[in-house]
DNA sequence: GTAGATGCAAAACATTTGCATCAGT
DNA sequence: ACTGATGCAAATGTTTTGCATCTAC
């Protein structure tokens, strides 16, 4: 965790931009809830409990700018807020989403499954293809179970996104 | 055309909806711009051109309505705004958008290039696939062929998403 | 000291809602 | 007359911006 500050670190003097510690707070958060979606709130919230007088703009302009870097990544799931995540290192864009429209649980695919397809696209339509977005609406495991044992839907609950 | 409003009149019908002269005004609209990916201010100021008193209010009214009835399909590629497409009858959810960087031109391939996908997700997973959404940026050949003949990156004009 | 970064409040922007009015059956 | 639909303006919620202040080199 320490080196992957360290090189986020590097990486901002490179483009002339300074780790404060503000923007270090915030990519601990980021770090600290990988697994998580959250939205600019969610971050505020969460670095306010150790830097109580961080301002959201703040944390608005830290993750535009790591978002502009690459660092990490801005989804939209289509509810009204935009949504972050770390970027693994090394890792090409091989992370997609399955979102279950019962519970609004979030689960990843960590796995390229678009090598295939990306080829076909690239030759057919000489769309020389950089990065993708591949989300899928369904119902997950656990909602399916429900409904199978219960015989009614199961709970909803939205907003989520965990 | 025509019958394609008629049968959506039965649809409505069918929900206890009716066909307004407004509904019916940006229903021709998006259906007169199938290929475009209109946001709801779009579709407002086209359909003011043939009823200029309908509210922008109305038209995200029935833009929302359409798309509960997956008439039509609601997208959003990133930029702040949700955006309307007509939703082919009987086409399953076949239907992707390779989105350029440099000019931010919006094409579609209408093929299923994900049948072998999201059996592998089904069945690995036991994820219930109901939709899905598959977005490629990169850079479209138009583009590519400018910056190879110009050695220069090509005019960038972001929000055409036409 | 200079350039970038911050916090706050205000602004901007897309979208939704309340409400009085209107239209179609 | 009733019910749903509309237009307008106001409200909402997210994100951005202006600006004075602060911080680090």
């Given at each position: 965790m320490q080196e992957r500050i360290e090189r986020i670190k590097e990486q901002l003097h490179n483009n002339s931009y300074k780790l404060t510690p503000q923007r270090e707070a915030t990519l601990r958060v980021l770090l600290e809830n990988e697994q998580d979606h959250l939205s600019a709130e969610d971050v505020w919230l969460l670095v306010k409990k150790n830097s109580p007088d961080i301002g959201l703009a703040t944390v608005y302009r830290t993750l535009e700018l790591m978002s502009e870097l690459s660092i990490i990544h801005k989804i939209n799931f289509g509810d009204g807020v935009s949504r972050y995540e770390f970027r693994n290192e090394?890792?090409?864009?091989?992370h997609h989403h399955l979102i279950c429209v019962h519970c609004g649980a979030v689960d990843e695919i960590?796995?390229?499954?678009?090598g295939e397809v990306e080829k076909a696209v690239n030759d057919k339509f000489n769309f020389h293809i950089l990065d993708h977005r591949l989300t899928f609406h369904g119902i997950c495991q656990k909602c399916q179970e429900t409904a199978k044992r219960e015989g009614s839907p199961p709970e909803i609950k939205l907003n989520h996104y965990g």
């Amino acid at each position: 965790m320490q080196e992957r500050i360290e090189r986020i670190k590097e990486q901002l003097h490179n483009n002339s931009y300074k780790l404060t510690p503000q923007r270090e707070a915030t990519l601990r958060v980021l770090l600290e809830n990988e697994q998580d979606h959250l939205s600019a709130e969610d971050v505020w919230l969460l670095v306010k409990k150790n830097s109580p007088d961080i301002g959201l703009a703040t944390v608005y302009r830290t993750l535009e700018l790591m978002s502009e870097l690459s660092i990490i990544h801005k989804i939209n799931f289509g509810d009204g807020v935009s949504r972050y995540e770390f970027r693994n290192e090394g890792a090409e864009h091989h992370h997609h989403h399955l979102i279950c429209v019962h519970c609004g649980a979030v689960d990843e695919i960590h796995e390229d499954l678009l090598g295939e397809v990306e080829k076909a696209v690239n030759d057919k339509f000489n769309f020389h293809i950089l990065d993708h977005r591949l989300t899928f609406h369904g119902i997950c495991q656990k909602c399916q179970e429900t409904a199978k044992r219960e015989g009614s839907p199961p709970e909803i609950k939205l907003n989520h996104y965990g």
